[in-house]
């Protein structure tokens, strides 16, 4: 994955795309009802049936990251009940710049137990680079980007290229690549679970980011900052459960170590 911080996005569009004016950061519908999840916005380019569509994708994506999560928990968990996340289609809704993701809607996202957000912009290839779009594709790990503001991770671009934008397949394709939305998905959850003090489920989501991480073939700089940024948080977890007085799961006993998993 070749990633670069969301302050450089208008810079990019300005010399990618001759885009007019992006869709507004508008409320999501649903957005607040409880449960952890995914919000999936608008593509640009994409029409809203395909969108649905591909929320329908992801949502069956994330059903099946809930069932790998159950088999692969790390050492030390204590048979975690690891909770579903549920993509929710955010009609009229895209991420105009940096500045949208502030504090206050950060805070708010993170209230309504949104782990991820999801975005693109994308222009047609021109003809001499053949058919298909370059995409930039928006990734806000809101827990993240909520309880550690600095990190560079909190929120993401991806630099890349889809077939089209009127296949729910191919744009899934563009959002997902080498599992990036299991891995962000698994680093939000992991991450709000930490700062909630569900240490069990924190380690759990961490290490299946890791581990997926690990997975990951000609990484490149940046995914190896997020692989070491999400093994500090992993052992974290296991400090701040020894140090809790209230905490009495299998971590108590446990060593900020790395992460044990079952195969995936």
Not at 103 to 114: G, S, Y
Not at 211 to 235: F, I
Not at 253 to 263: D, E, I, Q, R, Y
């Amino acid at each position: 994955m070749t990633r670069m911080a969301i302050g450089v996005f208008a810079a990019m569009l300005a010399g990618l795309f001759a885009a007019p004016c992006l869709a507004q950061m508008r409320p999501c519908q649903g957005a607040a009802e409880p449960g952890q999840k995914v919000l999936v916005d608008d593509i640009s380019g994409a029409q809203s049936m395909v969108l649905g569509l591909l929320e329908q994708r992801i949502d069956a994506a994330l059903a099946r990251l809930q069932i790998e999560t159950r088999s692969a928990q790390p050492a030390g968990a204590g048979g975690v009940d690891v909770g579903r996340v549920r993509a929710l289609r955010c009609s009229q809704r895209r991420p105009p710049d940096s500045a949208a993701f502030t504090t206050a809607i950060a805070r708010e996202l993170n209230n309504n137990e949104v782990v991820l957000e999801v975005w693109a912009e994308t222009a047609a290839l021109p003809a001499a680079e053949g058919p298909g779009f370059r995409a930039l594709v928006g990734y806000a790990l809101v827990p993240l980007r909520h309880y550690v503001p600095t990190s560079a991770q909190g929120v993401v671009i991806v630099e890349s290229k889809a077939k089209s934008v009127d296949s729910p397949a191919d744009l899934l394709a563009l959002l997902d690549q080498s599992g990036t939305l299991a891995i962000y998905t698994a680093i939000g959850s992991g991450v709000r679970s930490l700062y909630a003090e569900d240490f069990d489920q924190a380690r759990t989501q961490l290490c299946l980011a890791l581990t997926r991480l690990e997975k990951l073939r000609n990484p490149s700089p940046d995914d190896s900052d997020l692989r070491q940024a999400v093994r500090d948080m992993a052992q974290d977890v296991v400090r701040r459960a020894v140090a809790s007085p209230g905490y009495r799961g299998a971590l108590k006993v446990g060593s900020p170590g790395s992460c044990t998993l079952a195969p995936l």
